[in-house]
């Protein structure tokens, strides 16, 4: 147990992280490009925030929030996902009285005690965007662009975007009478969660992933075949404000999302690469969010991408992240001398923002070399009294095996030449 992470963490290692950087840059580059701002929140927050944020009736706040008593007998929980501290820190911080639309995003840990599967853990990651304040459909296509952007940025491609509306309190009311209508006779037939769901939130029994309940609701009445008419016209400029900028969709009346706080637009990103669920993000409009936790009534909409699911889908795609870390000159070094020389060397070339090693651990040659090799030094050179006295070094290209001669004063520009 002391030697092993808990079940659904893990650790990520360097052969690793740099692929996590690489990500987090383009996700920081295109943030820019779209005028998102980043915000951190804090990892833990009052539980309540979740229970009326997330939901109630939902199997995040039933079943999957770490949930604990402080030192100070207060209920925390550990973030499960990261809509509800940016809307607490929205309205914390009085951001209604800013200009609107407030866009922000965020890259986060967030906790679920969930069953393990494929690209499911219990700490795992995400990349969120949130945007206040703005009512209309373009918002939305906005939102979806930046998923688009991103995944273009990182040459992914046949990501399939599902979109849906699931209406408004409004036209959620009548729909929910129709639907219990229709499910009220097979609800024998149905799973314990169905039957639960069955009260309190019936539209939520159209996710369930359980066969014997699939092949009942395959029949029910949509939400998007029972919205009204505000909403309607709000799902129409969504599908052409997609249309206008050639982004493609396809319409999944069964996505109805897995928090209660969804209004109007839904989408997720799909792929079957990334496990059962297939899906790399999920988001949609929550108009009703900010009220319900205290705030003026605001607009709200945004998306969760999975970073785990992310990496997933970049490798089952073949996509080489480059590792833009690796070492760039390694200086091995023969006796005493040339020792201190090369840790000059090397502290010069540092300077100059270039990624220098050198021996740390009194190796021969030999073994500097194949240490060299082993960090993936792009090139390296060896240096003795008489590299020093003659002002020459022999520069080695780690990869293609080439050698040139050059003089050692000349070092750092050639690296920078050669980048
Ligand atoms: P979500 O669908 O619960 O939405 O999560 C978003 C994404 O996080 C999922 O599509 C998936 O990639 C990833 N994810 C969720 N749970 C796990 C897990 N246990 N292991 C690995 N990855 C996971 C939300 O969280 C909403 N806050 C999204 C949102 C933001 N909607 C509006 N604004």
């Known amino acids: 147990m002391l030697t092993q992470t808990p079940k659904g963490t893990k650790d990520i290692l360097p052969s690793e992280s740099y692929k996590w950087q690489f990500i987090e840059k383009k996700i920081h580059q295109v943030c820019r490009i779209f005028g998102y701002k980043e915000i951190r929140t804090p990892v833990f927050e009052h539980t ?67 069953k393990m599967q494929k690209g499911r853990y219990r700490e795992f990651h995400q990349f969120g965007v949130e945007a206040f304040g703005a009512k209309g459909p373009d918002i939305d296509v906005e939102i979806i662009s930046v998923l688009g952007f991103l995944f273009k940025s990182l040459g992914i491609k046949n990501v399939g975007l599902n979109i849906n509306s699931i209406g408004c309190p409004v036209c959620r009311k009548a729909y929910n009478e129709k639907i219990t209508e229709f499910l009220r006779p097979h609800l024998d037939k149905m799973c314990p969660t169905c039957n639960e769901r069955f009260g309190k939130n019936p539209l939520r029994i159209i996710d369930c992933k359980e066969e014997k309940c699939k092949k009942i609701t395959v029949d029910a009445p949509s939400m998007l075949d029972n919205i009204c008419e505000e909403c309607g016209t709000h799902f129409e400029g969504l599908k052409a404000g997609l249309d206008n900028i050639g982004i493609a969709y396809n319409i999944d009346k069964n996505i109805v999302r897995g928090l209660d706080y969804y209004s109007k637009t839904v989408f997720e990103f799909v792929s079957e690469n990334v496990g059962a669920q297939g899906t790399i993000c999920g988001g949609g409009r929550y108009d009703g969010l900010v009220e319900s936790c205290g705030g003026p009534s605001t607009p709200g909409i945004g998306f969760g991408l999975g970073m785990e699911r992310l990496l997933m889908e970049i490798e089952s795609q073949g996509i080489l992240i480059p590792d833009e870390d690796s070492v760039e000159i390694y200086i091995s070094s023969i006796g005493e001398a040339a020792g201190k020389y090369a840790s000059k060397l090397v ?35 060896v240096l003795g009294d008489d590299e020093i006295n003659n002002n020459k070094v022999v520069l080695k290209n780690m990869k293609n095996g080439e050698k040139d001669e050059i003089s050692l004063d000349s070092l750092c520009q050639e690296i920078i030449n050669r980048r």
Do not use: C, W
């Open 347 to 381: 502290n010069s070339l540092r300077e100059n923002g270039i990624s220098a090693g050198k021996d740390l651990m009194d190796r021969s040659v030999k073994a500097q070399m194949k240490y060299a090799d082993k960090l993936g030094a792009k090139y390296t050179v």
């Open 48 to 114: 309540e925030l979740f229970q009326r944020g997330v939901g109630d009736t939902t199997d995040i706040v039933q079943k999957e929030m770490y949930t604990f008593l402080d030192k100070g007998d207060r209920s925390i929980t550990l973030r499960p996902e990261g809509t509800a501290g940016v809307v607490r820190s929205y309205i914390e911080h009085g951001m209604s009285s800013l200009p609107q639309p407030i866009k922000l995003y965020y890259n986060i840990s967030a906790y679920r005690y969930e």
